[in-house]
């Protein structure tokens, strides 16, 4: 086990202590422990949704280098998504 010195913003010193007084915690370590498994968790969505759009972005890459395109007019999108709004 690791012992480090690190320094908190008030609130979150704040968050330590209210979490200690709630009973759920018996030690400011275990506080911390928790928000760190919690921000592993986190991180491992936030790289799997990041792995995610990086493979959607190379499957759009690849249609293009194929050729595989079609002709995009924002303008006529548009009238058309107003449209179907309209008739809401």
């Known amino acids: 086990m ?49 792995a995610e759009l990086k493979e959607k972005i190379q499957v759009g890459i690849d249609q293009l280098e194929r050729g595989e395109t079609v002709e995009f007019d924002l303008a006529e999108f548009l009238a058309a998504r107003n449209a179907e709004h309209a008739a809401r």
């Open 2 to 50: 690791t012992t480090r010195s690190i320094t908190l913003r008030d609130e979150h010193e704040l968050l330590i202590q209210q979490a200690l007084k709630s009973g759920r915690f018996h030690s400011e370590s275990e506080v911390v422990a928790e928000a760190l498994s919690e921000f592993q968790v986190h991180e491992e969505i936030r790289r799997a949704k990041f």
